[in-house]
């Protein structure tokens, strides 16, 4: 929460002015981490504008309260509306008008809210950024399937029949490897060069299931025979699973 002030000094010992007009510094102090910005007020010369421009400077700096003296009501109505709280009433030093404002209901409150938001934007941008890899990649094999597969050679590899394309489609499944959206995504683009549904569901269940790529690791890692029994059994349940999703759904 940042909270802006007018005040006599640059640092947080200096005491806020009466009005915003009178000050000769403006502060937006953090209260997470207690940082803030000073700069000076406008200067004398431009006093009868001064604070009209110094709380257009105060909002540059993203203030969300603005603690002062005294404010107009016709100027502190529209600062409400836009969301900025207006205290007025105050004197004192800067420091501990934060504290006592931070040891206040109100405060934890307004504080939760905006940490809770600031978090969740920054979480909602971490994750677009992760998958923004995922997303190009997704739209390089739409395009790579659409240009290098005809749908003569689909239809030749995918005969129509619902156990031989299962079978087929497992198998291709099984020797790929990557993050399973895109299994989503050849699925879908199978399906508009005339695939039938079983095969492509078959091939989007072994994706996440069979791993004959990786199969050397997990031999390694957890035995030769746990490996083989994993991946043939994974195979032939991946036959039976597609087969009953095709028809349990009417697509068969």
Not at 103 to 114: E, G, L, N, R, Y
Not at 118 to 142: C, D, R, Y
Request: with cysteine; charged share 15%.
């Amino acid at each position: 929460m940042k909270i802006g002030f007018p005040a006599d000094n640059n640092h947080l010992d200096a005491r806020i002015t009466g009005k915003v007009s009178s000050a000769d510094w403006l502060i937006v102090v953090d209260t997470l981490d207690m940082s803030f910005e000073a700069v000076q007020a406008p200067p004398m010369s431009t006093r009868s504008g001064a604070g009209i421009k110094a709380l257009a400077r105060l909002i540059e700096m993203e203030a969300q309260i603005l603690m002062v003296g005294h404010l107009a009501p016709h100027i502190a109505q529209p600062l409400e509306s836009s969301g900025i709280r207006v205290i007025t009433g105050l004197s004192g030093r800067v420091r501990d008008l934060i504290e006592k404002y931070a040891d206040s209901p109100v405060s934890q409150a307004s504080i939760q809210k905006s940490t809770s938001v600031h978090m969740a934007l920054k979480k909602t941008a971490k994750q677009f950024f992760s998958m923004a890899p995922v997303l190009m990649g997704v739209i390089l094999i739409m395009g790579l399937i659409q240009s290098f597969l005809s749908r003569e050679l689909i239809l030749k590899i995918f005969s129509g029949n619902p156990l031989t394309d299962t079978i087929i489609g497992a198998f291709a499944g099984s020797i790929f490897a990557g993050n399973p959206v895109n299994s989503y995504v050849i699925g879908q683009s199978l399906l508009e060069l005339g695939a039938g549904w079983a095969g492509v569901c078959a091939l989007m269940m072994s994706w996440v299931s069979i791993g004959l790529v990786q199969m050397p690791a997990e031999a390694h890692a957890l035995g030769v025979r746990f490996a083989l029994v994993r991946n043939g059994a994974a195979f032939v349940v991946t036959i039976l699973a597609s087969l009953l999703t095709v028809f349990c759904a009417g697509v068969w």
